[in-house]
C-alpha cells in the first residue's frame, strides 16, 4: 500500500492560506456561523429602547419619533429591498441607490417641466429604472463583467445622466397630488410605512415561497451547482437586476413624494444604510442566508440607535459612523470566521492524512499467494 503524495499536505495547507471569498452569500453565510440566536437583533432592538428611554425620555418616547423613525427608514428599506435581490443570487449593485435618485429626479423634471401627468410620469419612471436594471443584468449575467466593476461603472453613468437632467438645481413644485402619495396618514401612521412594509410582504413571498426565489437562493450559494443541478443561473441573476432596478425606481418614487424636491445628490446616502441592514440581517431569523425581515429588523434597529443618539446631543454625522461601524464590523467578523474555519478545516484534513499513513505502516502486507495445478 502506497502513502499518499506529500504534494496532497502541501496543497491542503496551501488552502488554508487564501484569501476569504468575499461574495455575498459566503459573507451571509459566516455571519450566521457566529453562534448568535436568531433573535438577537429582537433583543439588542428592545434594549435600545429601554436605554434611550430612560436616558432622553421626553424626548425618545413619543409618537413622533416614532413616527419619524418609521417614515424616516421605510425608502430606505424600500433600497435595501431592491439590493437584497442581488444579494441572493451572489451580486453586488453598488448603483441601487444613483438609480433611486436618477429615477426620482426624472420623475420630478417629467411632472414640472414636460408637464406629464403624476400617472405617466410614474409608468415611464418605473421603466427607466427597471432598463437600468436591465444594463447591469446584461453586463454582469451575459457579458461576465464582475458586478462590483458594471454597477460601480453605472453609478458614475447615472450621476452623469442626473447632472444633465437637473444643471446642479433643485427639482421641485411637483403637484399636490403626487404628493399625496406619502402625505397622508392611516390610524395616525404615515402611509410610506404600509407601502414599505407591502413591497417587504411581495419580496417574502417571492424569495421564500416561489419555485423562482428557490432557483435565485440555489444560484447565489453555488452557481455552478444550480446550473448542473438544471437552474439556468444566468436567467435568475439577469432578473435580479432588473428586479433591483425596478425597486429603486419605486424607492425614487416615494422619495420625490415624501421631500416634494430633490437634486443630483439625493441618491448615495442610501446606499450605506442599505447594505449594512442586508447584511446585518443575514445573522437574524435565518442565519446565513439574506432575507427580508431580518433585513428590515436590522434596518429599524440602526435606526433606533442613531436617533436616539441624536436626541441624546450627538452630532448629525452620527448616522454615517453608526450605519458604517455596523457595516464593517458585520463584514469583517465574517472574514475572521471564514478564516478560522478554513484553518481547521486545513488541521483536521492534515490530521486525517497522517492517521491514515500511520495505519498504512502497520498494517502488515499480505503473502503472495500462487496456485499450481496438482
Known amino acids: 500500500m502506497t502513502s499518499p503524495p506529500v504534494q496532497d499536505i502541501n496543497s491542503h495547507a496551501h488552502e488554508g492560506t487564501k484569501a476569504p471569498d468575499l461574495a455575498p452569500h459566503n459573507i451571509a453565510e459566516h455571519l450566521g456561523k457566529l453562534g448568535l440566536s436568531r433573535f438577537s437583533g429582537v433583543y439588542l432592538w428592545a434594549l435600545f429602547i429601554l436605554i434611550f428611554a430612560l436616558w432622553v425620555p421626553d424626548t425618545f418616547l413619543t409618537a413622533t419619533t416614532a413616527r419619524a423613525i418609521g417614515a424616516g427608514q421605510a425608502v430606505v428599506a424600500v433600497v435595501a429591498l431592491a439590493a437584497l435581490f442581488t444579494l441572493v443570487v451572489g451580486e453586488y449593485d453598488l448603483s441601487v441607490a444613483q438609480n433611486m435618485g436618477f429615477c426620482a429626479l426624472v420623475a420630478g423634471e417629467l411632472m414640472t417641466t414636460s408637464h406629464l401627468s403624476p400617472v405617466a410620469a410614474v409608468a415611464i419612471t418605473l421603466f427607466a429604472g427597471a432598463f437600468v436594471g436591465l444594463l447591469n443584468g446584461v453586463l454582469v449575467a451575459y457579458v461576465g463583467v464582475s458586478s462590483f466593476i458594471a454597477t460601480l461603472g453605472m453609478t458614475s453613468v447615472l450621476l452623469a445622466a442626473e447632472e444633465a437632467i437637473a444643471h446642479g438645481e433643485y427639482v421641485q413644485q411637483v403637484p399636490t397630488s403626487f404628493q399625496g402619495l406619502t402625505s397622508h396618514s392611516i390610524l395616525g401612521i404615515p402611509s410610506v410605512i404600509f407601502y414599505a412594509i407591502g413591497l417587504a410582504a411581495i419580496a417574502w413571498y417571492a424569495l ?25 443561473t444566468r436567467r435568475y441573476k439577469f432578473g435580479a437586476f432588473i428586479v433591483c432596478g425596478l425597486g429603486a425606481s419605486i424607492a425614487g418614487i416615494l422619495l420625490l413624494a415624501q421631500l416634494g424636491s430633490v437634486d443630483q445628490t439625493v441618491g448615495p446616502p442610501y446606499l450605506l444604510p442599505a447594505f449594512a441592514a442586508c447584511f446585518l440581517g443575514s445573522t437574524q431569523f435565518k442565519p446565513g442566508r439574506f432575507n427580508v425581515w431580518g433585513t428590515i429588523l436590522a434596518l429599524y434597529l440602526l435606526a433606533t440607535g442613531v436617533q436616539g443618539l441624536q436626541l441624546a446631543g450627538g452630532q448629525l454625522w452620527i448616522t454615517d459612523l453608526f450605519n458604517g461601524v455596523a457595516l464593517i464590523g458585520a463584514v469583517s467578523i465574517a472574514v475572521i470566521s471564514e478564516r478560522r474555519q478554513v484553518s481547521r478545516q486545513t488541521k483536521q484534513t492534515a490530521e486525517e492524512i497522517a492517521a491514515s499513513e500511520a495505519l498504512a505502516q502497520k498494517t502488515p502486507v499480505a503473502p503472495e499467494v500462487r496456485l499450481t495445478r496438482g
Open 208 to 232: 421564500e415561497h416561489t419555485p423562482v426565489g428557490r432557483r435565485m437562493y440555489a444560484a447565489g450559494a453555488n452557481a455552478e451547482a444550480a446550473r448542473l443541478a438544471g437552474v439556468r
